[in-house]
């Protein structure tokens, strides 16, 4: 039987990959991870042109960084001030960078779909899915592993940080993208 990559245990939610993400000490491949899905984002939306007109780009990667960051802090914040958790701001940071995973796929999948193929309507769906379901599930399971907690407790914690998240940096990336789909 073929053991799965890390990627694939995150994406399906796997205990113990979480479980490694925290155990990490530097916040290397959570940058790569939550970065690199803004940054392909970003080239979808202004491709070379980014490069050397870089206004748009930079938004988008401040907007998007920002938006993690604060997305761990009011998490955090929301923990320690409700369920008392000691839980260091570096470590609910690392996960939540990893919980960007779907947005990752959702830019390649933009851009295969959409632009290589011409077809928005996969590319919709899977927009949709992502943003809707798989990172807010994403979010709930790094809270769960972060703070010891249950996956109610979880949802609970993550629910009103994702929705501004949401309407704050969702908002951005779907003008970004938008006019891909």
């Given amino acids: ?36 899905a803004y940054a392909i984002l970003a080239f979808d939306r202004f491709g070379i042109q980014g490069v050397t ?23 955090w914040v929301i923990a320690r001030l409700v369920l008392g958790a000691d839980t260091p701001f570096a470590t609910v940071f690392r ?14 999948v933009i851009q295969v779909f959409s632009v290589a193929f011409r077809a928005s309507g996969p590319a919709l769906l899977v927009a949709l899915f992502a943003g809707v379901f ?11 592993q972060a703070f010891a907690i249950d996956r109610r407790r ?11 998240w949401l309407l704050v940096v969702g908002r951005s990336l779907y003008i970004q993208v938008g006019h891909l789909l």
């Fill in 134 to 144: 798989w990172m807010p599930a994403l979010l709930v399971a790094a809270t769960s």
């Fill in 154 to 164: 979880a949802l609970a914690v993550v629910a009103a940080p994702y929705l501004v």
């Fill in 53 to 75: 007109a870089p206004r748009g780009t930079v938004r988008l990667l401040l907007t998007g960084f920002y938006g993690w960051l604060w997305l761990a802090a009011a998490a």
């Fill in 1 to 36: 039987m073929a053991t799965m990559t890390p990627v694939a245990r995150t994406l399906r939610f796997d205990h113990d990959t979480w479980r490694s993400y925290q155990a990490q000490a530097s916040l290397g491949w959570a940058f790569v991870v939550a970065m690199g």
């Fill in 95 to 108: 996960l939540y960078g990893y919980a960007h995973l779907p947005l990752v796929i959702l830019a390649v």
